[in-house]
């Protein structure tokens, strides 16, 4: 399971057993603080020197949010802190340290409060999470009318995305 984002929270949210997050507003590109427990993460372990000391030392992740958990508050929830490891934290506009990557410790659960898909290396992440789905060994039975439920259109979310096509499904 991947959360970005709102994917994030919501996994605070469902193994924390809270339903409201604090202001951690955070627009643009910040470094990422990673923790010890980081560097020896299933996601972070793979990952070049280079590339790590490039998340910490540089405006690397973009970020579009305005709520969060701090580091303390999410220690606090024994939830939490019995189900995740923080891999990494960052900083919000106001200067206020938030948990900005996390990892299940016994189950393939990770999040992030930053927006990978608006970064602009993503290789390393991209591959890690390949090898966590090729870990499954469960097959997927395809869908043979896909293209009857699918339709496609010009990406307006995004406005470096606008050449691009976006898909969506009828429900």
């Not at 605070?12 to 997050?21: P, V």
């Not at 999410?74 to 490891?85: C, I, S, T, V, W």
């Not at 469960?138 to 096509?165: F, G, I």
Request: charged fraction near 20%.
């Amino acid at each position: 399971i991947w959360g970005t984002c709102f994917g994030f929270e919501l996994l605070m949210f469902l193994i924390g057993g809270f339903t409201k997050l604090k202001r951690y507003p955070a627009y643009g590109l910040y470094p990422l603080q990673i923790t010890p427990a980081g560097y020896t993460s299933r996601m972070f372990q793979s990952f070049p020197k280079q590339y790590l000391e490039y998340l910490e030392h540089h405006k690397s992740c973009n970020n579009n949010h305005e709520y969060g958990i701090s580091p303390t508050n999410f220690l606090e929830n024994d939830h939490l802190r019995r189900f995740y490891n923080i891999l990494a934290t960052s900083i919000d506009n106001n200067g206020k340290e938030y948990v900005a990557a996390i990892e299940g410790k016994y189950y393939p659960v990770y999040g992030v409060q930053w927006h990978l898909e608006r970064q602009r290396t993503t290789g390393h992440f991209i591959d890690f999470f390949i090898s966590e789905l090729k870990k499954n060994k469960h097959k997927c039975v395809p869908y043979p009318y896909l293209r009857s439920v699918m339709r496609s259109h010009k990406c307006t979310q995004y406005p470096e995305h606008r050449d691009k096509l976006c898909y969506f499904f009828k429900v």
